[in-house]
T-cell receptor, first 117, second 110 residues
Framework: DTGVSQDPRHKITKRGQNVTFRCDPI?????LYWYRQTLGQGPEFLTY????????KSRLLSDRFSAERPKGSFSTLEIQRTEQGDSAMYLC???????????????FGPGTRLTVL | KNEVEQSPQNLTAQEGEFITINCSYS?????LHWLQQHPGGGIVSLFM???GKKKHGRLIATINIQEKHSSLHITASHPRDSAVYIC????????????FGKGTKLSVIP
């Protein structure tokens, strides 16, 4: 399968624990995006990378959240000291980059559903 | 930040009906995604368009950048089309994040 993959698909944790999610983008895509979706709402942007550089971060990304893409391929999203309000679906997407907007079509992974007890 | 409004929020149709979902946004954009989300969370990109009209199978998407409006049409709807459809404008002006509408929940009844 050459699509975007995410691991794990589901994570249940206790409040205060740290969790880490992984995203593997489509191999030739140099942009990678993280989004969060709470129940009944549309996704919200968290951050995005172009290659290994983190170029944009949402104000939703508090200091408990950190994202990395060390080699410009896969990315990790870590949440420290999880809170019940962090329970959500965390979605990853990837795209090519280019001056023409249609080059930037984003392709989504299946998501990681986090439940904080 | 773009404001994105979709209508209707919920839609129930009989199998075979022609369906239209509308999306309006408040600021200028360069392109727009239509996305489909099935129960369980997976999001599939249906279209990304910046002008005119695109067709893929029974799905048609149109956009009018000047009027800040896009529509998604489904012809000959089928129960497997039941999903949430999300409009997501893309500003492209130095920012590559998408802003998402809340989605339209479509149920197609046999």
């Amino acid at each position: 399968d050459t699509g975007v993959s995410q691991d794990p698909r589901h994570k249940i944790t206790k409040r205060g624990q740290n969790v880490t999610f992984r995203c593997d983008p489509i191999s030739e895509h140099n942009r990678l995006y993280w989004y969060r979706q709470t129940l009944g709402q549309g996704p919200e942007f968290l951050t995005y990378f172009q290659n290994e550089a983190q170029l944009e971060k949402s104000r939703l990304l508090s200091d408990r959240f950190s994202a990395e893409r060390p080699k410009g391929s896969f990315s990790t999203l870590e949440i420290q000291r999880t809170e019940q309000g962090d329970s959500a679906m965390y979605l990853c997407a990837s795209s090519l980059s280019g001056g023409v907007p249609l080059y930037n079509e984003q392709f989504f992974g299946p998501g990681t559903r986090l439940t904080v007890l | 930040k773009n404001e994105v409004e979709q209508s209707p929020q919920n839609l129930t149709a009989q199998e075979g009906e022609f369906i239209t979902i509308n999306c309006s946004y408040s600021v200028g954009i360069s392109a727009l995604h239509w996305l489909q989300q099935h129960p369980g969370g997976g999001i599939v990109s249906l279209f990304m368009l910046s002008s005119g009209k695109k067709k893929h199978g029974r799905l048609i998407a149109t956009i009018n950048i000047q009027e800040k409006h896009s529509s998604l049409h489904i012809t000959a709807s089928h129960p497997r089309d039941s999903a949430v459809y999300i409009c997501a404008p893309y500003s492209g002006a130095g920012s590559y994040q998408l802003t998402f509408g809340k989605g339209t929940k479509l149920s197609v009844i046999p």
